[in-house]
């Protein structure tokens, strides 16, 4: 089944300590990226990545990190979390094609920072 | 930049009733666009798209026209149903192929 899959779906944690959501899909696509909903604002761009080793940032970059070492794989890191990274945080994927506009979802990573 | 902006919510019908969800949005050129549904606790799809001016785009009941004119992409039921109880969220295509999207706005269908 094609699909992208995100770990962990609900964290709790307190500021300042390192996580990672991570971000898996089966379905070979070249471009990734991270968003975050946010009442009122809709889904805000944090980072894409149109291929391996290839990031960039999107709307509201700051307080996250990102890798691309696999095709499959695009983790988002935050380093030192805040209460304002308290979020719904959604990973998607679409092939590399120009005019292909399907993005493909992820169920969602909630956390919470205290 | 491109821009889309939605009807606000929460939007609450009665089973049946007919639904509008109004977006319009700001762009240079003639963008793709889309629909999206969140039904709770997952993640977006696709609900339908268009890809350029007076395209109709349609699923499972709902219909949106690109409407370059008016810059709108208004999204219609004719009946709702409870289990169209979700968070709709209007999109652009950018020119760089990145998706902008609305705030959503959330559907409540009672019995």
């Known amino acids: 089944e094609a699909q992208v899959t995100q770990n962990p779906r609900y964290l709790i944690t307190v500021t300042g300590k390192k996580l990672t959501v991570t971000c898996s899909q089966n379905?070979?696509?070249?471009?990734m990226s991270w968003y975050r909903q946010d009442p009122g604002l809709g889904l805000r761009q944090i980072y894409y990545s149109m291929n391996v080793e290839v990031t960039d940032k999107g709307d509201v970059p700051e307080g996250y990190k990102v890798s691309r070492k696999e095709k499959r794989n695009f983790p988002l890191i935050l380093e030192s979390p805040s209460p304002n990274q308290t979020s719904l945080y959604f990973c998607?994927?679409?092939?590399?094609?120009?005019?292909?506009?399907?993005?493909?979802f992820g169920e969602g990573s909630r956390l919470t920072v205290l | 930049g491109d821009s889309v902006t939605q009807m606000e919510g929460p939007v609450t019908l009665s089973e049946e009733a007919f639904l509008t969800i109004n977006c319009t949005y700001t762009a240079t050129g003639y963008p793709s666009l889309f629909w999206y549904v969140q039904y709770p606790g997952e993640g977006l799809q696709l609900l339908l798209k268009?890809?350029?001016?007076?395209d109709k785009g349609s699923n499972k009941g709902f219909e949106a026209t690109y409407r370059k004119e008016t810059t709108s992409f208004h999204l219609e039921k004719g009946s709702v149903q409870v289990s169209d109880s979700a968070v709709y969220f209007c999109?652009?295509?950018?020119?760089?192929?990145?998706?902008?999207f609305g705030a959503g706005t959330r559907l409540t269908v009672k019995p």
């Open positions: 999109a652009l295509r950018e020119p760089n192929n990145d998706m902008r």
């Open positions: 998607a994927s679409r092939t590399g094609q120009i005019n292909t506009g399907e993005l493909f």
């Open positions: 379905m070979n696509h070249e471009y």
């Open positions: 268009a890809t350029k001016a007076d």
